[in-house]
């Protein structure tokens, strides 16, 4: 299947940019992630647990980032084999633009899956892959935005006006 | 004639316990200790097999064995049942299809290990536990790729894809070259008959048992052909004796060709239960049903139609690619050749045919027969194409059909495609099609739709096909490795009442209310004295099964037959007990009576005197009354049928709803015209499943994106408008006793075609320009179509 979308992030473009090759940040943004280490040039591996319609599965696999424009965009692309529950392949290409108030983050995804997963039919597995796709990059977009006034109970951290992912690099 | 003989509509007696929830189904059946099986099945298209790693499973709890493909390297494949020969001579290319796996996987869902445990709980836990490492290599699905050989092999050793490149009939390819360069006009139209997926309501089952005591092996199994299926199993797959395996084949939930086969799970649970001793029972989950069934259709067909400025036909050429997916079922050769080209004359006087085939294998599941088995193919070709030429000459299509049709004082008629029918009348069809589908009132009911903002078309279509199949001379000459008569046993009991064992299998077909009907009309005793027994090869003669609408025309006949020896002997038995010849015997109604007096015995008597032979002519004749024919037909049959259809296609969205389906069929002599119009009905259900729903999608990659039934669209009743049948208009089968053509196939041969022409012609009508619509015509092709 294949779904586009794009979400405008309130950040620098070199902000956004830096935080997509990160490897906490990508832990923290895969959805169901358990496990994530290697590097941006030589690839991840991950872990990642997630559970479709009837199948929970724990999926293993490789997170690889290709054909990088520095700032301006890349390609991620994973598989993972979840055993007996069948296996998953996606890439999403991600394009990063500068706009007014922030960065204009586009992406198309083109997801696979097969074995019992692809049994599970289009109707579960599309809505489950576009629902992947959007956590992830909600996450992503919410971890480069500062947090609100309100939300946010730490005063220091209201001071420092950082979203999580701005708390990763400074930490 | 006794109430319930032939011709009578007599209700359905199997239904009672069919309808009561008392059928009892493979996987009904739990012998005493059995032990569950579970598979692994492959996840890719295409993968070299690196491992399998069967250890950590076999420790898990309540297992009892594990098997791999290594496991079977020793023991034969599954074989096709016909062999074809290319246009150049070769013979086709048969790679081997093993029991599990080995080396390689080539589809979806083919099986690279099993497990059989305590509980089937267990059995699923440990298939997860196995440990297979299969490098995923690139797949092949798509047919003009496989051919071209660009990208995989499905099978490296042959080196090609191509299974064979037939030519039918290849003697006349020239002349019909020659009759379309010269002719004033050819229509050429480009089309897709869709995969279908079976989905019988009953998944495959299968028992094996194995007794140490007597060596003697049993097989539960859901089939529609159990003599075949141990054939199948003792001659080329598990050399199992075939006297020391019983295979049973109980009530079957719906087979439509996909049980006719032999699958691996057969095999497997067998040689389980010798290893362990002990039951061994496997029952396929639907999930596995889509992926492992055989499935049907899937050909892609350039056909051309040369004619006379006045429609007059001079020519059809063909040439198809039929998927045989990633192995050779045991009918799928046959299926895309000899059952699909030579009905491609159809029903007219068309002096050149010829068609190419060329059967390609990918990485998908197996295609074969499915209810219709190449004649759906044929009529669909040849009946779109002859829409699309009428409509570009300015034809009527009744007109164009009926200029062309063979007449009824032209049979027997040699047709171009290699066929020599019978017996048949399709203009009377027509006219009983004219007055039933009400043609002068469409275009009243045309503007009403109209008003509605619909688009409404009327669409019409003329088969034939060939059942019975089939005279095994003829057969064998054309590459079948099998004969294909029937067989039935006759007995009369002493108290009178009558068995009959068939080589036939009943599911769906309803044998059990039909062959007594025939028993009952020849011995003047009530049909419900008379029972048939079936699907167990240590009880029935051997018989070829059920397939190809050939039940009641073959075996039908063979029961005839026996019953005609039966009569013969109990006319002796007569005129012993009358103290005369037997020619001066005459039999009518039950009653033996000496020609010109009323000196008689009844039937019961003279069985009961057959059994209890104390004066009884014993040096003349044996004791009991109990007789055997096997029945190989002279020809096939050649049922035909002209159908009707109207359908509106809601413009906004695309949307085809049928506004009627009226089927009119030649099926020579109906035994139960109550039967053989739920067989029409299912059939057009069928055909309409085909024409606008359901359809069998793989990826790139060789996933079965429709492979669950949230994706694979099954037509339900709201699908399907009030279905009008009648199969009043017959001529009769010259060449069989009964009479009989064949019901079976028909509503899912005939509709297909209807629907899609219909549903051009409410475009055409409406103004848009659109010659064709793949199958399923969905919502989305359809207004695409329209708004291309």
């Known amino acids: ?171 | 004639m006794p109430d319930g003989g032939i011709g009578a509509p007599t209700k359905r007696r199997e239904d009672t316990r069919f309808l009561t929830g008392r059928g009892k189904y493979t996987d009904d059946f739990t012998p005493q200790n059995t032990s569950y099986c579970a598979f692994a099945r492959s996840q890719v298209a295409n993968g070299v097999i690196k491992s399998v790693d069967t250890s950590a499973a076999a420790e898990m709890p309540g297992v009892l064995a594990t098997f791999t493909g290594e496991d079977f390297v020793e023991v034969g494949g599954n074989p096709a049942g016909w062999a074809i020969v290319s246009r150049d001579g070769e013979p086709m290319k048969e790679p081997k299809r093993p029991v599990l796996a080995h080396g390689k996987v080539r589809h979806v869902g083919d099986a690279y290990a099993a497990v059989v445990a305590e509980t089937l709980e267990q059995a699923l836990d440990a298939v997860e536990a196995i440990e297979a490492d299969i490098d995923e290599q690139d797949a092949v699905t798509d047919m003009a790729s496989a051919v071209a050989g660009a990208g995989s092999m499905v099978h490296d050793e042959i080196e090609t894809n191509v299974c064979f490149d037939w030519g039918w009939i290849e003697d006349n390819r020239a002349a019909t070259d020659e009759a379309i360069k010269n002719a004033p006009h050819v229509t050429t139209l480009e089309l897709i008959n869709n995969r279908l997926v079976p989905n019988a309501l009953e998944p495959r089952a299968s028992i094996g048992e194995y007794d140490p005591g007597t060596g003697d092996y049993k097989l539960t199994t859901t089939s529609q052909n159990p003599h075949l299926s141990r054939l199948l199993i003792a001659a080329f797959v598990l050399g199992i004796p075939e006297n020391k395996l019983t295979v049973l084949a109980p009530d079957v939930g719906g087979g439509f060709g996909s049980k006719i086969y032999h699958y691996s799970e057969e095999a497997l649970v067998l040689a389980a239960a010798k290893k362990l001793g002990r039951p061994v029972k496997w029952t396929a989950t639907r999930t596995e049903s889509f992926l492992a069934d055989a499935h049907g259709r899937d050909h892609v067909t350039k056909i051309e139609l040369a004619c006379e400025k006045d429609g007059t036909f001079i020519a059809f050429r063909t040439e198809t690619m039929a998927n045989v997916g990633a192995y050779l079922s045991n009918f799928s050769t046959v299926t895309p050749t000899f059952l699909h080209g030579t009905l491609m004359a159809g029903n007219y006087t068309v002096p050149n045919v010829y068609v190419n085939v060329k059967a390609v294998f990918t990485n998908t599941a197996p295609v074969d027969a499915y209810r219709g088995a190449g004649r759906p193919e044929a009529t669909y070709s040849l009946e779109r194409v002859i829409d699309k030429c009428a409509r570009e000459l300015g034809i009527d299509p009744v007109e164009i059909r009926r200029k062309n049709f063979i007449k009824k004082d032209q049979y027997p008629y040699a047709s171009a495609a290699g066929l020599e029918y019978d017996s048949g009348d399709y203009d009377t069809l027509m006219d009983g099609l004219e007055k039933v589908a009400d043609f002068a009132g469409f275009e009243a009911r045309r503007a009403e739709s109209a008003k509605n903002g619909k688009l409404r078309g009327l669409g019409i279509n003329a088969y034939v096909e060939a059942c019975g199949i089939a005279p095994s001379n003829l057969v064998g000459i054309l590459g079948a490795r099998v004969g294909l008569y029937d067989a039935a046993t006759v007995r009369v009991n002493p108290t009178g009442n009558i068995s009959v064992m068939v080589g036939a299998h009943s599911h769906g077909q309803g044998h059990e209310t039909a062959f007594p009907q025939i028993v009952a009309d020849m011995l003047g005793v009530d049909p419900q004295s008379v029972d048939i027994v079936h699907g167990d090869t240590s009880k029935i003669p051997f018989g070829m099964g059920t397939y190809g609408s050939r039940s009641l025309a073959v075996c039908g006949s063979a029961v005839f037959r026996a019953t005609e020896k039966i009569i013969f002997k109990a006319t002796a038995i007569a005129a012993h007990m009358l103290e005369d010849k037997p020619e001066n015997i005459e039999f009518n109604d039950g009653v033996f009576s000496i020609k010109g007096t009323n000196k008689n015995v009844g039937f019961g008597d003279v069985a009961l005197k057959a059994y209890i032979p104390h004066d009884y002519p014993i040096e003349d004749l044996e004791p009991g009354l109990e007789e055997t024919a096997f029945y190989d037909p002279a020809n096939f049959t050649y049922p035909s049928g002209a159908y009707a259809s109207e359908v509106e296609v809601d413009p906004e969205t695309g949307k085809v709803t049928i506004c009627s389906m009226v089927a009119l069929d030649d099926f020579g002599v109906v035994v139960n015209p109550m039967i053989v119009t739920g067989q029409v009905e299912g059939g057009l259900a069928q055909g309409i499943g085909q024409a606008l729903l359901e359809n069998g999608v793989y990826d790139d990659t060789g996933q079965l994106l429709s492979g669950s039934l949230m994706d694979y669209a099954m037509p339900r009743a709201d699908d399907l408008p009030n279905l009008v049948v009648d199969h009043s208009h017959a001529t009769r089968c010259t060449h069989n006793p009964i009479g009989s053509k064949g019901c079976g196939e028909a509503g899912a041969i005939g509709s297909p075609p209807t629907i899609v022409n219909a549903v051009v012609d409410a475009l055409s009508r409406g103004g848009h320009d659109v010659d064709h619509i793949d199958m399923p015509v969905s919502p989305s092709r359809v207004w695409a179509a329209m708004n291309k």
């Open chain 1, 1 to 171: 299947m294949k779904l586009t979308d794009q979400r405008q992030i309130a950040a620098e473009r070199s902000a956004v940019w830096n935080a997509i090759l990160n490897p906490e940040v990508l832990k923290a943004c895969i959805p169901g992630c358990e496990e994530l280490t290697g590097s941006p040039e030589d690839g991840f591996e991950a872990v990642v647990v997630q559970k479709v319609g009837p199948v929970k599965a724990k999926f293993k696999g490789e997170v690889t980032i290709s054909d990088i424009v520095e700032g301006e965009s890349l390609t991620l692309s994973g598989q993972g084999k979840g055993g007996p529950a069948g296996f998953a392949s996606g890439s999403a290409d991600v394009r990063l633009s500068d706009v007014d108030g922030g960065t204009l983050l586009e992406y198309d995804v083109d997801a696979k899956v097969g074995g019992k997963l692809a049994q599970l039919g289009s109707r579960i597995i599309d809505g489950f892959a576009k629902k992947l796709a959007g956590q992830f990059f909600e996450r992503f977009q919410d971890g480069l935005e500062p947090e609100t006034a309100g939300a946010a109970e730490d005063t220091k951290e209201q001071e420092t006006k950082k979203g999580w992912i701005g708390r990763v690099f400074s930490s």
